[in-house]
């Protein structure tokens, strides 16, 4: 090949190798949260408050006087968030709260790409006392994806039976690990620590949005959170 030819194309291959590298966006650093105090969180249809569980600082999600057998979701929304895509870590510990209905579970997950005032929110979440249930039926019910407000469990459940929630092994009222990893319409759940995801999304259902971040539990249910962190 002509050496003139050759180190024209050397110079091209170089400047697309370089333009490519510049275009890339660079990762955002980890951010934790450690989540042992109200401060930063915008909080809906609860109190948050500062405690010790199980040995570590935690915040516990409180419902609001009169409203302790009710049935709203108790949100602690982090302002200072603004997330698309990537990979949100919490700890979690939820369970029934003492006198809650037998049909309760302890409901209790992690919102992300949140709208004003949760009005709108993609999220998981843990059914804890389904985890080690006798019945089959209740452990496939152990995780579960919804899209509030259009898509709550129920509608799921009725037109994709099967499909938005699964089996992982829970304790109720234990701290444990919750890995949410997102990109674009697709999500996956993993708990405590697995490398395969015990719940897998293709469609999102408010499409590729971005928000804040949150955590979330059922007024029915003693839910505490601590260490969150997102990449």
Same mark, same amino acid.
């Given at each position: 090949?002509?050496?003139? =030819?050759? %180190? =024209?194309?050397?110079? /091209? @291959?170089?400047?697309?190798?370089? !333009? ?25 249809? @609860?109190? $948050? ?5 199980? !040995?570590?600082?935690? /915040? ?8 302790? $057998? !009710? ?6 929304? /982090?302002?200072? +968030?603004?997330? *698309?895509? !990537? +990979? ?6 939820? *369970?029934?709260?003492?006198? @809650?209905?037998?049909? #309760? ?9 949140? #709208? ?8 998981? &979440?843990?059914?804890?006392? %389904? ?8 452990? %496939?019910?152990?995780?579960? &994806?919804?899209? @509030? ?10 037109? %994709? ?6 089996? *992982?092994?829970?304790?109720?009222? *234990? ?14 759940? &993993?708990?405590?620590? $697995?490398? #395969? ?14 928000? #804040?971040?949150?955590?979330? $539990?059922?007024? +029915?249910?003693?839910? &505490?959170?601590?260490? /969150?962190?997102?990449?």
């Amino acid at each position: 090949m002509d050496r003139g =030819i050759c %180190n =024209i194309l050397i110079s /091209l @291959a170089f400047a697309w190798i370089v !333009g490519s590298a510049g275009s890339q966006k660079a990762a955002s650093p980890a951010r934790t949260f450690r989540l042992d105090s109200p401060e930063g969180l915008e909080v809906v249809n @609860a109190k $948050a408050e500062s405690t010790n569980y199980q !040995g570590r600082r935690a /915040l516990h999600l409180v419902p609001l006087p009169g409203h302790e $057998a !009710g049935d709203e979701m108790m949100m602690a929304i /982090l302002k200072d +968030t603004d997330f *698309a895509d !990537g +990979t949100i870590e919490a700890e979690v510990a939820g *369970a029934p709260r003492a006198g @809650a209905a037998p049909d #309760q579970r302890g409901f209790i997950g992690i919102l992300f790409r949140v #709208q004003e005032h949760g009005s709108r929110a993609e999220d998981f &979440y843990l059914r804890p006392t %389904n985890g080690r249930s006798d019945d089959q039926l209740r452990r %496939n019910h152990s995780v579960q &994806y919804e899209s @509030a407000p259009d898509f709550p469990w129920y509608r799921l459940r009725k037109e %994709n039976p099967g499909v938005y929630e699964s089996y *992982a092994d829970l304790e109720a009222g *234990a701290w444990t690990k919750m890995k949410i990893v997102v990109s674009g319409t697709r999500a996956r759940l &993993y708990v405590n620590g $697995a490398e #395969q995801p015990c719940l897998i999304v293709n469609d999102l259902k408010n499409g590729e949005t971005r928000g #804040q971040i949150g955590i979330w $539990a059922h007024t +029915t249910t003693d839910g &505490y959170f601590s260490n /969150l962190t997102v990449k």
